[in-house]
């Protein structure tokens, strides 16, 4: 059965820091690009940063860049997000994907709250 599991979402001050975390099992993880996405309120999915199978190459969106850093542990079947310097327009549920490379197999978590308020 595969799973994906988010963890680590919470509320936070603005200026403050979070890191998600997205355990997987159920497939082979170092076999899969993983991202990021998020999904506001009244607003449509999109994607925050992506690593590539082996953490060689990272991309974020503009919105972010500077701000998070996604990282793997393909010891622990786990994919990290350091969020720091936080906003309000960071709030959003955030969800880990995967990608198992060269198949058409694709994962998604349950998704994690981050909420960014004083």
């Known amino acids: 059965q595969v799973q994906l599991v988010e963890s680590g979402g919470g509320l936070v001050q603005p200026g403050g820091s979070l890191r998600l975390s997205c355990a997987g099992s159920?497939?082979?993880?170092?076999?899969?690009?993983m991202s990021w996405y998020r999904q506001g309120p009244g607003k449509e999915r999109e994607l925050v940063a992506t690593?590539?199978?082996?953490?060689?190459?990272?991309n974020y969106a503009d919105s972010v860049k500077g701000r998070f850093t996604i990282s793997r542990d393909n010891a622990k079947n786990t994919v990290y997000l350091q969020m720091n310097s936080l906003k309000p327009e960071d709030t959003a549920v955030y969800y880990c994907k995967a990608v198992v490379i060269a198949t058409n197999l694709v994962f998604w978590g349950q998704g994690t709250q981050v909420t960014v308020s004083s």
């Open positions: 159920g497939f082979t993880f170092s076999r899969a690009g």
């Open positions: 690593i590539t199978s082996t953490g060689g190459y990272t």
